[in-house]
């Protein structure tokens, strides 16, 4: 067993694995008990309580500078209903310490040592990517080009294309922008105590836990399945396909008749194909013909082959000419590409307005400007929503995977220190 | 002739019975390895992952291994239930003697991470008279903007499929969890609609890790309180259960 339960490892809990250590006796106690039992002076958020309140008997003191800023809730928010008692849960070890009700202070989170104090939705975007919905930058493989085709255009990836006055096509991603939008969906099996009986055996499911491990064995409803000798054994070899079937199947076998080298490897280079000495064949050329010359010395091809050699490969160019260009501006052709969203939190079904703002921030004019955004599958393009303030056509196409690429082509350059704007909207799935 | 040669011959026997014993802790744990891996390649694996937790796994057990990872946390989740047609009654049990709580119109309840809870579904209105005590078994939380809890609260959505085939006395194991975002569904459905039936044999803890992030479990079954044998146990552990006002202003549907 490689892991013990693989879907935690990529968990938030366990991303968030350098967390306050001592966090963990916190596991069977409600942070405001008091020996198992209720305060009834929980004025503080109910729903952080556990991770901000609560101060443990003869924990070390947390490092000072560190003490967070505390939070409240209104008082009334949040009604208790309940609680446990350290026996009745039975989850509670032996040996745990009493949590002891403080909302005076709470318990820094720690990763990699350091506090984590940044609680922008920028930085719980990091820790926590799948809660949120991304649109922009670029994911995964980067855009690239191939016979003038963009590749690499993810899902969520925004960038614009250009071209300089140079003639040099560039591409700039956008920005990140993160939306908190989490969604959820389930999977469900229904079962029965006869459920999938494969011969008649009786089903049977025995579970037995010790401490936190688990140990299980399953019933004899197991099926069985034999394989008879109509099986195909076959093996890789690195020189190729050895197959072996056995009795009463298919027999096939394989001969490696298929590339026969019919030239020596004496023989094998481009000269005696194509009748051009190459300066690598020069060497096995030359073999050859002081081998030929030891047998033939009447029909010696030294001479000829020398001739060719010497006019085609010794020759070479020098620039006779040289050419300047004027530049006529100071600076370059660059473009700056700012994606926005309205909505920093979002529930599906809302609609969120993303504004794209691009700027020549070169002196030089730029052309052939394409702004394209593949939205992600949850971000669902709503029609006739885009604008542009820059002469063009919107284009879309459908990305394969439930949503549209939206591409603006802007008919006219975009010159030196000028820019534009581009809207659209999506409705959150 | 070879002389003899006692002290020789005594650490050669020490050496020999220390030999021995190496190598009966060596079958011994050869043994113990054969038999566990027998074990491990009997509860099988998805795609190359092993995955311990299925839905035979008893009720308790996956939370709390979730409660043993390092930095856990077990803060107080919101989770909101939405029945068929929005009708019906939620209730939690709150305490081990049975004592148990009505959910409001928010249909909203706070449990804690790691814990195992006992609900009642009664008042469906398809079913008069029947009632449903399910089990909501919370391994993950979400770290939604401080202040919005409760409206980013995990939905745990039954289909109206899903009460019927409990009533009816089979075993609804339903895992929900978290979508990853690039591999959503592009569909506007609601919670329930994002649900769906495997087959018996698939693991659904392991198809939701595949899909996202497993967040609850729910078990609802057949399974009722005795009336004449008062079972402590059926109530659950008594975990602590918050429930938030009506009065907080959340907004209500999050889903379509």
């Known amino acids: ?429 | 002739m070879i002389p003899f040669r006692p002290t020789l011959c005594a650490a050669s026997l020490d050496q020999i019975l220390a030999g021995l014993r190496r190598g009966a802790v060596a079958a011994a744990c050869l043994v113990l390895t054969a038999a566990w891996t027998t074990n491990v390649l009997a509860q099988g694996a998805v795609r190359g992952r092993h995955y311990p937790l299925d839905q035979a796994t008893a009720p308790g057990v996956a939370g709390k291994w979730s409660g043993v990872q390092r930095g856990f946390v077990p803060v107080m989740q919101p989770v909101r239930f939405e029945l068929p047609g929005s009708e019906g009654s939620v209730a939690v049990y709150t305490g081990p003697q049975g004592e148990a709580s009505q959910l409001n119109s928010l249909s909203v309840v706070a449990l804690r991470v790691g814990s195992i809870y006992r609900l009642k579904l009664s008042d469906l209105p398809d079913y008069p008279g029947a009632e449903l005590y399910p089990t909501v078994e919370l391994i993950d939380r979400l770290h939604p903007p401080r202040g919005r809890e409760i409206e980013f609260a995990i939905p745990i959505a039954l289909t109206a499929e899903e009460i019927a085939l409990a009533i009816e006395g089979r075993l609804v194991t339903k895992v929900i969890y978290l979508e990853q975002p690039d591999r959503a569904t592009p569909s506007r459905g609601s919670n329930a609609a994002r649900s769906r039936i495997t087959a018996p044999r698939d693991n659904p803890i392991a198809l939701a890790d595949e899909a996202g992030r497993p967040m609850a479990i729910v078990r609802i079954g057949g399974r009722a309180p005795d009336a004449g044998a008062f079972d402590s146990g059926f109530f659950g552990t008594g975990a602590p259960v918050l429930i938030p006002d009506e009065a907080a202003g959340v907004r209500e549907g999050a889903s379509e």
């Open chain 1, 1 to 429: 067993m490689t892991c013990l339960w693989p879907q935690f490892l990529r968990s938030g809990a366990s991303r968030r694995a350098s967390r306050w250590a001592l966090s963990a006796v916190l596991l069977a106690n409600c942070s405001c008990s008091v020996g198992g039992r209720q305060s009834a002076k929980t004025t503080h958020d109910p729903f952080l309580e556990s991770e901000l309140a609560p101060q443990v008997a003869a924990a070390p003191a947390a490092p000072a500078g560190n003490r967070a800023r505390r939070v409240r809730a209104p008082a009334n928010a949040i009604r208790q209903a309940g609680f446990e008692s350290a026996a009745a849960s039975g989850l509670q070890p032996p040996n745990q310490p009493i949590v002891r009700a403080n909302d005076e202070c709470r318990l820094p989170e720690f990763r990699n040592g350091t506090v984590i104090g940044d609680e922008s939705p920028a930085a719980a975007a990091q820790l926590y990517p799948d809660e949120y919905l991304f649109d922009g930058g670029d994911r995964e493989l980067p855009i690239y080009f191939s016979d003038s085709q963009m590749n690499g255009l993810d899902t969520e990836d925004a960038a614009i294309e250009y071209y300089d006055d140079l003639g040099k096509r560039h591409v700039k991603p956008t920005n990140r922008v993160a939306i908190y939008a989490p969604r959820f969906a389930a999977v469900t099996t229904i079962s029965e105590p006869i459920e999938d009986i494969g011969s008649g055996r009786p089903a049977q499911s025995i579970a037995s836990q010790i401490g936190l491990g688990m140990a299980k064995r399953e019933g004899t409803f197991a099926q069985h399945q034999r394989d008879m000798s109509e099986r195909l054994v076959s093996r890789s070899r690195g020189s190729g396909l050895a197959s072996g079937i056995a009795s009463d199947a298919l027999d096939q076998p394989v001969n490696p008749e298929g590339n026969v080298h019919t030239t020596t490897p004496l023989q094998d280079f481009g000269f005696l194909h194509t009748g051009q000495l190459r300066q690598s064949d020069e060497a096995r050329l030359a073999a050859s013909i002081q081998s030929a010359s030891n047998w033939t010395r009447d029909q010696n091809p030294v001479i000829a082959a020398a001739s060719v050699q010497g006019n085609e490969l010794r020759s070479h160019f020098r620039d006779q000419e040289l050419v300047g260009r004027e530049n006529r501006f100071n600076g370059q052709a660059r473009l700056r590409i700012v994606k926005l969203a309205d909505k920093a939190i979002a529930e599906p079904g809302d609609i969120v307005t993303f504004t794209i703002r691009f700027d020549n921030i070169g002196d030089r004019e730029v052309h052939d400007v394409v702004i394209v955004d593949n939205l992600t599958p949850r971000l669902e393009y709503v029609e006739d929503s885009a604008t542009c303030d820059s002469k063009g056509v919107l284009e879309t196409e459908d990305n394969g995977e439930g949503s549209l690429i939206l591409r603006w082509v802007l008919d006219e350059p975009v010159a030196g220190r000028t820019g534009g704007v581009v809207t659209f909207q999506a409705r959150v799935r």
